[in-house]
Nanobody, 131 residues
């Protein structure tokens, strides 16, 4: 069983930064891929930043590429996402999720598993960006 606990959300002005943390416990094999998803009111949930636990491959959605950086500390079983240059449209509930699947490599790019393969989710942490 895997448990995930997010922290670090809050309110910030546009252009500011926040760092979210996801502390994980349980079987590491069930956490081969870790992603940060977000969901804003009235919008579908989307994966914005993902990392492969062993290979440290990363993935970013186009909406956050160049502004968000995902990282991990495997000794602490913690995944982070540093969010810079925040925009009002980044306002959402952010969720940490884990998948047993490792995704796939397509050329030099790593693609995380689809959302349906993420079986473990945290409770979420709210990020609010004011313009």
């Amino acid at each position: 069983q895997v448990q995930l606990a997010e922290s670090g959300g809050g309110s910030v002005q546009a252009g500011g930064s926040l760092r979210l943390s996801c502390a994980a416990s349980g079987d590491s094999v069930s956490r081969n891929s870790m992603c940060w998803f977000r969901q804003a009111p009235g919008k579908e949930r989307e994966a914005v930043a993902c990392i492969h636990r062993v290979g440290a491959y990363t993935y970013y959605s186009d909406s956050v590429k160049g502004r968000f950086t995902i990282s991990q500390d495997n000794a602490k079983n913690t995944v982070y996402v540093l969010m810079n240059s925040l925009k009002a449209e980044d306002t959402a509930m952010y969720y940490c999720a884990a998948s047993r699947r490792g995704g796939r490599l397509r050329g030099s790019a790593w693609l995380p598993p689809p959302e349906a393969d993420f079986g473990y989710w945290g409770q979420g942490t709210q990020v609010t960006v004011s313009s």
